[in-house]
């Protein structure tokens, strides 16, 4: 197995999940001017685009990440109700140099957690009663890790963005769509004297419009499973104990249960698929990747570090 | 006419290279005051080991009647860092006491008596995070360090850190590879 640094795992998620946001921008500004040109505007078509997509981030980066935590019915905590999961948590802000965040206990017997927040200074971290019962310390630290380098990246914020624009990709695309179907049944080919250029531009935007509509919410997943990657390799960076994660990853997906509380829109916030933990991962439309490669991932890095002393005790 | 668009793009060089050489001052600034930071962020647990021992060793004087030699060198370690000049004799010091604790804590495992009692627990539960978060907090540290270092090695932010006299920072220096991994303490509660 060859082994594979936690820095050339993060540089390598990082420039992909990059390059995916790029393209989902770029689809969303030529969907925007390739309507607008079917209907003789193409600057108009930008504008409603952008603002489209604008308006919703404003209100999703002031209001979005307190969401996730009353969907999930989560109730905050403080060092004296559970002073282990908060000194994990403690410990790995420490380690990733970050604001202590909130801490929060979710009372369901499934394992899972996710951490929120629109910037590392207001970030709150969240875990089921169910992880805090079934694992142990160091494995408990691997999950903390993971969330707490969701916070660190940005991913949130990384994730609400594209969201909103992939979400604002589909609305443009679906009302060109239905007002072009409806214009067509009216019977406006009746007029049709038009020169073969608009005809062109029509046939060109209505092919966008439907492919946007496909691949944009694929990148969108495909943001989400690298995003998860990144975690795993940068919570490796804090912790330097690769196996304590995969064997919480395995105890996660092996010995776990649905959380079915969890709303489909938050689905990507958790640690593993809270709908179906078992089959998690994998498709071209999942959130998370299959948790036989971020184990296998992990168990890369793994090789590089030692085993801490006490566990080989054991 | 001609000396005039020179002029204009002298001008504008000059905007663009003060403009860059002000980013990147200023990034090393932070990155400085990181590693700074960081470093106090260190002591900070520290001393918040030196303020939980003497709770735990009380706590434990009745149950270990035979073990006081393990309790005495945590104490007298403890009073050692506490009273260590400059950072290389408190290294010392410090690292010493992580020696002493960890003694103490593996005897604590074999008094499953007293590590059941609900304020040894906490207490232990308290000592071993704080050890982790001195682990932790060095790893920040060098981390930080290797950041701040690099970035004024590069070229060209280099020239930058000669002209604002930006130097190496130390490594925190650790005497095994074994010592690196955190956490190093396991108590398996709850």
Same mark, same amino acid.
Request: proline residues 4%; aromatic residues 8%.
């Given at each position: 197995?060859?082994?594979?640094?936690?820095? !050339?795992? #993060?540089?390598?998620?990082?420039?992909?999940?990059?390059?995916?946001?790029?393209?989902?921008?770029? #689809?969303?500004?030529?969907? @925007?001017?390739? #309507?607008?040109?079917?209907?003789?505007?193409?600057?108009?078509?930008?504008?409603?685009?952008?603002?489209?997509?604008?308006?919703?981030?404003?209100?999703?980066?002031?209001?979005?990440?307190? &969401?996730?935590?009353?969907?999930?019915?989560?109730?905050?905590?403080?060092?004296?109700?559970?002073?282990?999961?908060?000194?994990?948590? %403690?410990?790995?802000?420490?380690?990733?140099?970050?604001?202590?965040?909130?801490?929060?206990?979710?009372?369901?017997?499934? *394992?899972?957690?996710?951490?929120?927040?629109?910037?590392?200074?207001?970030?709150?971290?969240?875990?089921?009663?169910?992880?805090?019962?079934?694992?142990?310390?160091?494995?408990?630290?691997?999950?903390?890790?993971? =969330?707490?380098?969701?916070?660190?990246?940005?991913?949130?914020?990384?994730?609400?963005?594209?969201?909103?624009?992939? @979400?604002?990709?589909?609305?443009?695309?679906?009302?060109?769509?239905?007002?072009?179907?409806?214009?067509?049944?009216?019977?406006?080919?009746?007029?049709?004297?038009?020169? @073969?250029?608009?005809?062109?531009?029509?046939?060109?935007?209505?092919?966008?419009?439907?492919?946007?509509?496909?691949?944009?919410?694929?990148?969108?997943?495909?943001? $989400?499973?690298?995003?998860?990657?990144?975690?795993?390799?940068?919570?490796?960076?804090?912790?330097?104990?690769?196996?304590?994660?995969?064997?919480?990853?395995?105890?996660?997906?092996? %010995?776990?249960?649905?959380?079915?509380?969890?709303?489909?829109?938050?689905?990507?916030?958790?640690?593993?698929?809270?709908?179906?933990?078992?089959?998690?991962?994998?498709?071209?439309?999942?959130?998370?990747?299959?948790?036989? =490669?971020?184990?296998?991932?992990?168990?890369? *890095?793994?090789?590089?570090?030692? %085993?801490?002393?006490?566990?080989?005790?054991? | 006419?001609?000396?005039?668009?020179?002029?204009?793009?002298?001008?504008?060089?000059?905007?663009?290279?003060?403009?860059?050489?002000?980013?990147?001052?200023?990034?090393?600034?932070?990155?400085?005051?990181?590693?700074?930071?960081?470093? $106090?962020?260190?002591?900070?647990? &520290?001393?918040?080991?030196?303020?939980? #021992?003497?709770?735990?060793?009380?706590?434990?004087?009745?149950?270990?009647?035979?073990?006081?030699?393990?309790?005495?060198?945590?104490?007298?370690?403890?009073?050692?860092?506490?009273?260590?000049? @400059?950072?290389?004799?408190?290294?010392?010091?410090?690292?010493?006491?992580?020696?002493? &604790?960890?003694?103490?804590?593996?005897?604590? %495992?074999?008094?499953?008596?007293?590590?059941?009692?609900?304020?040894?627990?906490?207490? *232990?539960?308290?000592?071993? $995070?704080? =050890?982790?978060?001195?682990?932790?907090?060095?790893?920040?540290?060098?981390?930080?360090?290797?950041?701040?270092?690099?970035?004024?090695?590069?070229?060209?932010?280099?020239?930058?850190?000669?002209?604002?006299?930006?130097?190496? !920072?130390?490594?925190?220096?650790?005497?095994?590879? !074994? =010592?690196?991994?955190?956490?190093?303490?396991?108590?398996?509660?709850?």
């Amino acid at each position: 197995m060859p082994t594979r640094s936690f820095h !050339e795992e #993060i540089a390598a998620n990082r420039r992909f999940s990059l390059m995916l946001t790029g393209l989902v921008t770029f #689809i969303l500004v030529a969907l @925007g001017l390739t #309507i607008g040109a079917a209907i003789g505007q193409p600057l108009i078509g930008l504008g409603i685009a952008v603002f489209l997509a604008f308006i919703q981030i404003m209100v999703l980066w002031t209001a979005g990440s307190s &969401l996730a935590l009353l969907d999930a019915g989560a109730t905050r905590i403080e060092h004296s109700d559970n002073p282990m999961l908060f000194n994990v948590v %403690e410990e790995m802000s420490i380690a990733a140099g970050q604001p202590m965040p909130k801490v929060y206990v979710i009372e369901s017997d499934s *394992m899972n957690a996710f951490a929120t927040g629109m910037s590392p200074d207001k970030s709150a971290i969240a875990v089921t009663r169910g992880l805090l019962n079934h694992l142990n310390r160091y494995e408990l630290q691997g999950v903390v890790a993971h =969330e707490m380098s969701h916070i660190r990246n940005s991913d949130t914020r990384m994730m609400i963005t594209v969201a909103v624009m992939v @979400g604002s990709i589909v609305m443009l695309s679906d009302l060109f769509l239905r007002g072009f179907l409806r214009a067509g049944f009216r019977g406006r080919g009746g007029g049709g004297k038009k020169g @073969g250029a608009e005809a062109i531009i029509l046939i060109a935007a209505l092919v966008f419009a439907l492919l946007a509509l496909i691949i944009a919410p694929m990148l969108q997943f495909a943001v $989400s499973r690298k995003r998860e990657l990144l975690a795993d390799a940068s919570a490796v960076e804090l912790t330097r104990y690769p196996s304590a994660l995969a064997n919480a990853l395995k105890k996660l997906t092996y %010995e776990n249960t649905p959380f079915k509380e969890a709303g489909k829109a938050f689905q990507h916030f958790y640690i593993v698929n809270p709908a179906r933990p078992v089959s998690g991962g994998g498709g071209l439309y999942s959130t998370h990747p299959p948790i036989e =490669e971020r184990i296998r991932r992990l168990q890369e *890095m793994a090789l590089e570090y030692p %085993e801490p002393e006490q566990e080989k005790r054991k | 006419m001609e000396s005039w668009v020179i002029l204009v793009i002298v001008a504008g060089l000059v905007i663009v290279l003060l403009l860059w050489f002000f980013g990147t001052y200023n990034g090393l600034v932070s990155l400085r005051n990181q590693v700074k930071n960081a470093w $106090s962020q260190i002591d900070v647990q &520290l001393k918040r080991r030196h303020d939980l #021992i003497p709770n735990l060793v009380e706590a434990c004087k009745g149950y270990m009647k035979f073990e006081q030699s393990t309790l005495e060198k945590v104490i007298q370690a403890r009073n050692m860092a506490m009273s260590a000049q @400059g950072v290389e004799q408190s290294a010392k010091a410090e690292n010493m006491l992580t020696g002493a &604790l960890k003694s103490l804590f593996a005897l604590v %495992e074999s008094y499953p008596d007293l590590k059941a009692q609900q304020n040894v627990g906490q207490l *232990m539960e308290e000592l071993a $995070s704080t =050890e982790n978060k001195i682990s932790f907090a060095r790893q920040f540290y060098n981390d930080s360090v290797m950041r701040y270092n690099t970035r004024i090695q590069q070229i060209p932010a280099n020239i930058v850190a000669g002209m604002g006299n930006f130097t190496a !920072e130390e490594f925190f220096e650790v005497e095994s590879a !074994e =010592e690196r991994i955190a956490p190093k303490v396991d108590l398996n509660i709850g």
